[in-house]
């Protein structure tokens, strides 16, 4: 089945403890992005990256950083977590750069 | 800046029904617009993805029209479904293409019985 994976789907952590939102596809997309999810503001990119060793910044990457060593995966990293990361947090991926989104079904992050 | 807007926030409606989700942006310089589907504790599921070149497009119960000029999408619900209930969220894709979307906060729709 084609899918997009993330793990965990739920988490609750401490300010300043490193954490790592993991991300898979198994449609051979080029293309992957990450985004988070706030009431009233809706989803904002945060990192994407257009293949293997190829990444950019999206419109919130502050506080996030990400790595593409292999095309399928896609980790968020957050290497010092602070209250206002919590939120909700979607990958996405898609063949063209242009094309059908296909997301993850989302990774809820609690920061204390 | 492109902005997206969905109005209404939310709507409840009685099984049956036919109904429109509308969808608004601010820059009508856009390269495609998609509508997804999202549901409680769910991702987000692709329904529909208009190309700026066209006018509509069409699934099942489910049709969407584009009318770039104006900065309008709505997306047509026919014969509507208590399983339709489910937050609608449109996103824009810029002119020039690209990963970049910018999405809307969503309908959430609630068909009853």
């Known amino acids: 089945e084609a899918q997009v994976t993330q793990n965990p789907r739920y988490l609750i952590t401490v300010t300043g403890k490193k954490l790592t939102v993991t991300c898979s596809q198994n449609?051979?997309?080029?293309?992957m992005s990450w985004y988070r999810q706030d009431p009233g503001l809706g989803l904002r990119q945060i990192y994407y990256?257009?293949?293997?060793?190829?990444?950019d910044k999206g419109d919130v990457p502050e506080g996030y950083k990400v790595s593409r060593k292999e095309k399928r995966n896609f980790p968020l990293i957050l290497e010092s977590p602070s209250p206002n990361q919590t939120s909700l947090y979607f990958c996405?991926?898609?063949?063209?750069?242009?094309?059908?989104?296909?997301f993850g079904e989302g990774s809820r992050l609690t920061v204390l | 800046k492109q902005e997206v807007t969905q109005i209404p926030a939310a709507l409840s409606v009685p099984e049956g029904e036919n109904l429109v989700l509308n969808c608004s942006f601010t820059?009508?310089?856009?390269?495609?617009l998609q509508w997804f589907r999202q549901d409680p504790g769910k991702g987000l599921t692709s329904l529909l993805l208009?190309?700026?070149?066209?006018r509509e497009q069409t699934s099942g119960r489910l049709n969407a029209s584009l009318d770039k000029s104006s900065g309008r999408s709505t997306l047509y619900i026919a014969a509507s479904q208590p399983g339709d209930s489910a937050t609608y969220l449109c996103?824009?894709?810029?002119?020039?293409?690209?990963?970049?979307?910018?999405f809307g906060t969503g309908t959430q729709l609630k068909v009853e019985l």
């Open positions: 996103a824009v894709r810029p002119g020039g293409g690209g990963n970049k979307l910018t």
């Open positions: 820059d009508s310089a856009i390269y495609n």
């Open positions: 208009i190309q700026s070149s066209q």
């Open positions: 990256s257009m293949n293997v060793e190829v990444t």
């Open positions: 449609m051979n997309h080029e293309y």
């Open positions: 996405a991926s898609s063949f063209l750069s242009d094309g059908e989104l296909f």
